[in-house]
């Protein structure tokens, strides 16, 4: 009431107050300038320095001076048998990882969403989410712990029931992608569900209702009026995924490879690291994360469009 | 009718085996680590009989994980670096968040894509050229040249969380409190900061959890023991060919208590924060 009459007064005090507000506000800019600069510095600028996949790299020369090559690298690249086999490996493994681990937090929430008892389902909630936080160093100590000759929990279980001899198992290639599958599934399953179950929350209780007076069973309104509900979140989510297949989680495959199937099972990150970093071959290793960095960018550019066509979600 | 409860009854018996059967699962490996690291050396080895309690309960491998190995020195740095780069990430994420949900500007929608833009880039794409950047100023093998990247890798995401956060609390409500005589500081302690606490929360622990549990830029930019962190140190446990179990089994224990601490305290934060920016727009 009295800021009403005192416009009426004296016209020029509006103005002039919002235009403080402006002024006031041109200072929330510099609140998030500190990290848009580091971002750009350290997240953006250092992509430039892939450039070096193109040079004959010399650390004392740097980035500028060093003499360009072309495609050499990329050439040899594509000559080397084991960077083939290391493209090979990433593209199967990342694969078969989606394929496996991705319908497994989906059946989770389904079952948990059938739930009567929200004490049950809170704690297995509560604990499915913890494996989330625990580091992939610790998983790869416990199974190395378990799989031991010496003592190993699940060799002693498998002697128990088949018999025969100890197993190695971390250090026989076959047994390299269900080791990451079922490691996967143990850390991220109860996390990946909490989109899930936000989206089966969504549903509407009243389809529920009309399903059930139309005689649908608890199976056939799980498969009528829930699967549907939850459907645009399993799209998006499987495009996101399928948009990263040409890349694997370094914590996870870089605990679990050593020296006995290195060779057989090495993937894109593993070999930038050894290439690049441990043997300081910085050309040849860009040049790999290139290739990756490219298809990576690509695929999401396409499953983005796909999920906004499909959807009307999309990132960009 | 009776056909179809006992249906539904065999159907609700399933899920909840199943359930507890995953839970079983989830929880055991954690039980299994917890365990051993009680145990002796011998007891652990022993094919023969593999027990599910230790015989004898026993400190020598926490012992010996500190005096003879270097674990006091990783965990001192762990700490050291966890805490200090979540406490940078949170001050930035509240800045940022705050200026991001508040200041209505033109290229506002651009910002954002310019924070989850750079969340997408391949890691790979940027070791090689952050490792020759960092040998270049003298970054490698240093506490600060971790921590930097720690802020990096764990700001943005942290930064769009908070301004989640910051866009569920109404003007109004700043407005109100100023009509009631609150000043800005005021305002911001009793009103703000209260409301908000769920997203401080879940903010400092994504960012200390990120740091605490990295392995990647620990294996690369750390060479020698004095830097290492504790996953860098439990890496080189694991790979030593003569692994002491009840040693590698301490060391895993140490690395797990504060995550799971943290996680038991704020874990309905986490989600909420996690949900507050999925449903959002």
């Known amino acids: ?316 | 009718m009776s056909k179809r409860r006992l249906i539904n009854i065999l159907l609700g018996t399933g899920r909840f085996l199943l359930l507890s059967l995953f839970l079983i699962g989830v929880l055991a490996p954690i039980y299994w680590i917890l365990v051993t690291s009680f145990k002796t050396d011998a007891e652990i080895v022993n094919v023969n009989n593999i027990t599910y309690w230790p015989d004898q309960f026993t400190l020598d491998n926490y012992e010996s994980l500190f005096n003879q190995l270097d674990f006091g020195i990783y965990l001192r740095n762990s700490i050291l670096l966890s805490l200090s780069s979540a406490a940078i990430v949170l001050i930035y994420s509240i800045l940022g968040g705050y200026a991001l949900a508040r200041y209505k500007f033109k290229s506002k929608k651009m910002v954002i894509g310019f924070f989850l833009l750079s969340q997408m880039i391949p890691s790979v794409l940027l070791t090689i050229p952050i490792y020759i950047i960092y040998a270049n100023i003298g970054l490698i093998n240093s506490k600060l040249g971790l921590l930097i990247l720690y802020v990096i890798i764990n700001s943005p995401f942290c930064l769009i969380t908070m301004r989640s956060f910051f866009e569920r609390i109404p003007v109004s409500l700043e407005d109100a409190a100023r009509v009631d005589g609150c000043n800005k500081i005021q305002s911001l302690w009793r009103i703000i900061i209260p409301v908000l606490f769920p997203g401080i929360v879940a903010v400092f622990v994504f960012a200390f959890i990120g740091a605490w549990n990295d392995l990647l830029m620990g294996v690369i930019f750390t060479l020698s023991a004095s830097n290492w962190t504790i996953p860098v140190g439990m890496k080189a446990l694991i790979g030593k060919y003569n692994v002491h179990w009840g040693e590698l089994m301490a060391g895993g224990v140490i690395a797990l208590v504060p995550t799971i601490i943290m996680f038991a305290f704020v874990q309905r934060y986490i989600v909420e924060g996690l949900t507050a920016g999925a449903v959002k727009e």
């Not at chain 1, 500028?64 to 084991?82: A, C």
């Open chain 1, 1 to 316: 009431m009295l800021t009403s009459t005192n416009h009426a007064f004296c016209p020029g005090a509006k103005p002039k107050q919002s235009n403080r507000r402006v002024k006031k506000r041109m200072w929330l800019l510099v609140y998030v300038t500190p990290a848009i600069i580091l971002t750009i510095i350290f997240s953006y600028l250092p992509m430039f320095g892939n450039i070096t996949a193109f040079q004959d790299f010399d650390i004392t020369k740097g980035f500028l001076k060093s003499p360009f090559v072309g495609f050499m690298y990329f050439k040899k690249l594509f000559k080397d048998r084991h960077a083939l086999l290391v493209i090979k490996n990433t593209l199967v493994l990342s694969t078969v990882n989606l394929l496996f681990t991705f319908p497994a937090p989906i059946i989770l929430s389904l079952l948990l969403n059938e739930l009567k008892s929200d004490r049950f389902k809170k704690t297995v909630q509560t604990i499915t989410y913890m494996p989330h936080f625990i580091s992939w160093v610790i998983v790869a100590g416990f199974v190395k712990q378990m799989t031991a000759l010496d003592g190993g929990l699940i060799n002693s279980i498998k002697i128990f029931l088949f018999g025969g001899e100890s197993v190695m198992f971390l250090a026989d290639e076959r047994f390299f992608l269900p080791i990451i599958i079922i490691t996967n599934i143990w850390k991220e399953s109860g996390w990946n569900t909490i989109i899930f179950l936000a989206a089966l929350s969504g549903v509407d209780p009243q389809l529920y209702e009309a399903a059930a007076t139309d005689g649908a069973g608890r199976l056939k309104q799980a498969l009528h009026v829930t699967l549907p509900g939850i459907l645009p979140a399993i799209i998006i989510l499987l495009l996101l995924r399928t948009g990263r297949i040409f890349e694997t989680n370094f914590d996870q495959v870089y605990n679990f490879i050593n020296i006995h199937i290195q060779d057989k099972v090495d993937v894109l990150e593993t070999y930038v690291y050894r290439e690049g970093i441990q043997k300081a071959k910085y050309p040849i290793a860009a040049a790999a994360g290139l290739f990756q960095g490219f298809f990576s960018f690509i695929l999401i550019a396409v499953t983005n469009k796909l999920s906004g066509k499909f959807t009307d979600i999309s990132i960009w």
